[in-house]
């Protein structure tokens, strides 16, 4: 992100006086804040440039046409790197468990909903006005291509890992089925795709929308499929069913005849749909990439699937066998749905291996002081965040400074002395005492941080080493996180 204060200094005048790494989404893209004075703005950097500028079109034509999304300020020559307005860091998500309570908060959380339900179909139809679909990305429409490669992901990244049998011949039939009925209901309309509470942010009391890199042309349905049936914002029927009335009213402005008869049947499909694609998207960030948010949705997701299957869902209620059309799909989500692994799992579960197991997952990480502590991202908060900067530091001498506390040059500086192995004998006694009363508690999670001035060295050193020390000492699931240099990994 070294181009990013530049950039900041090209438009504002200034160098930024902090740069702050804000929480990593689903893409490779990285985020961070940099605030100068009373200045404060969102920088990003990408690994494709095709999709910032689908990212740049998108947002601009939705802008012109009167849409609330953020207005970027400042591109880097290669288009690799952006400053955009920083619309602050209260999402719609954020808000949802108001939902459960009285008073204020509740009715705050409530009214944005209705104002975001509300807003879709302005977003869907007048973002497409003007839009060159030929600037979307990766591809400019929803089609059965597109619709394939999501029901191939679901097959590959998430059926196929839970070791499942299953005929590929027979539910590829049927997964071709399903996509010829899902293109059947395509329009000129602008689909959001990955429209859902995380991606609306709340400022000045009024909804605001982000990541909306990856819209095209598609089917209204998709987008309503991904906001109601959001597998951690699990909103009850009751709710589902008062905002889809409050989209369908205000759909009416562009579909007059709209109502809920004649939607409700594409949108079962759209729901169906949806789910096996987050599935597939949790698998591989979950299981294979290692990143505990993702696969704390995974019974959520079941939970949707079920009710689908079951018609307990308000798509499928009263409606005997609502995906008969696709016979050899369905029995394998039913079986799919019924296996003992997702029977037995709570929304607490975070682990990096496969969906069979259901252990503690200890995250363990080495940071640079300077660019702040690792963000809690399973949402339990608590942990540890050890200070390695009371040990020698071997960054101090310039021959050090091109290695890493991975390297043996730096583990017999660190360890020559014997202060660093003091220091994590101390460390041991704390956290062993924590993993083994988690273990005994069935508790799912602990981070624990190793921070020193650069995040290079000793920080390094300490995390790889405990991470180790706790894996083979009690066989835990350990993601080890060195931040600054970059590496992620499972033990």
């Known amino acids: 992100?070294?181009?990013?204060?530049?950039?900041?200094?090209?438009?504002?005048?200034?160098?930024?006086?902090?740069?702050?790494?804000?929480?990593?989404?689903?893409?490779?893209?990285?985020?961070?804040?940099?605030?100068?004075?009373?200045?404060?703005?969102?920088?990003?950097?990408?690994?494709?440039?095709?999709?910032?500028?689908?990212?740049?079109?998108?947002?601009?034509?939705?802008?012109?046409?009167?849409?609330?999304?953020?207005?970027?300020?400042?591109?880097?020559?290669?288009?690799?790197?952006?400053?955009?307005?920083?619309?602050?860091?209260t999402s719609l998500f954020s808000l949802l468990p108001g939902l459960e309570g009285t008073g204020p908060a509740s009715s705050f959380a409530r009214n944005m909903l209705i104002a975001t339900l509300e807003q879709l179909p302005v977003i869907q139809f007048e973002g497409a006005r003007g839009l060159d679909w030929n600037l979307c990305y990766p591809e400019p429409s929803f089609g059965e291509a597109t619709a394939m490669f999501d029901l191939n992901y679901f097959k590959y990244c998430f059926l196929k890992t839970t070791a499942l049998e299953f005929n590929e011949t027979k539910l590829q039939k049927d997964f071709v089925r399903l996509c010829s009925d899902l293109c059947s209901f395509s329009g000129d309309t602008f689909m959001y795709r990955d429209f859902q509470s995380r991606n609306v942010m709340v400022r000045d009391g009024r909804p605001w929308f982000i990541d909306f890199q990856g819209g095209r042309r598609g089917p209204v349905h998709y987008d309503v499929a991904s906001f109601l049936w959001q597998a951690r914002a699990g909103f009850a029927d009751s709710l589902k069913e008062e905002l889809?009335?409050?989209?369908?009213?205000?759909?009416?402005?562009?579909?007059?005849?709209?109502?809920?008869?004649?939607?409700?049947?594409?949108?079962?499909?759209?729901?169906?749909?949806?789910?096996?694609?987050?599935?597939?998207?949790?698998?591989?960030?979950?299981?294979?990439?290692?990143?505990?948010?993702?696969?704390k949705s995974i019974p959520a997701a079941i939970a949707n699937l079920r009710k689908l299957l079951d018609g307990k869902d308000i798509t499928t209620k009263g409606t005997d066998r609502p995906f008969a059309a696709y016979p050899y799909l369905e029995d394998t989500l039913r079986r799919l749905a019924d296996l003992p692994q997702f029977a037995a799992q709570d929304s607490a579960a975070s682990h990096c291996a496969s969906p069979a197991e259901h252990t503690l997952e200890v995250e363990v990480y080495s940071f640079s002081f300077k660019k702040g502590i690792p963000e809690d991202r399973s949402g339990n908060g608590g942990g540890y965040v050890f200070d390695c900067r009371s040990t020698h530091n071997p960054g101090r001498i310039p021959y050090y400074r091109q290695f890493t506390g991975l390297d043996g040059e730096v583990i017999r500086f660190l360890e020559e002395d014997g202060e660093i192995t003091a220091f994590l004998s101390n460390v041991y006694s704390i956290v062993d005492h924590h993993v083994e009363r988690f273990l005994e508690r069935g508790f799912s999670h602990l981070q624990i941080a190793f921070g020193c001035t650069g995040g290079q060295h000793r920080s390094v050193y300490c995390a790889q080493h405990t991470a180790e020390h706790l894996k083979e000492k009690y066989g835990v699931r350990v993601h080890l996180v060195h931040r600054e240099q970059g590496i992620d990994t499972c033990l």
């Open 1 to 89: 992100m070294s181009v990013l204060p530049e950039l900041f200094r090209k438009y504002t005048g200034v160098l930024p006086e902090e740069v702050l790494p804000m929480a990593a989404s689903g893409s490779p893209r990285q985020y961070c804040r940099l605030r100068a004075g009373n200045i404060s703005l969102v920088g990003a950097t990408g690994v494709d440039a095709d999709e910032n500028r689908a990212f740049f079109a998108v947002g601009a034509s939705l802008r012109a046409n009167g849409i609330a999304v953020p207005r970027v300020v400042a591109v880097s020559d290669d288009g690799m790197a952006y400053l955009q307005e920083d619309l602050g860091d």
């Open 244 to 295: 889809l009335g409050v989209y369908l009213s205000s759909l009416k402005r562009y579909v007059p005849d709209a109502d809920a008869s004649t939607f409700v049947p594409a949108l079962r499909l759209f729901v169906l749909f949806r789910t096996l694609q987050v599935l597939g998207a949790y698998g591989y960030r979950g299981w294979t990439q290692c990143r505990p948010h993702f696969v």
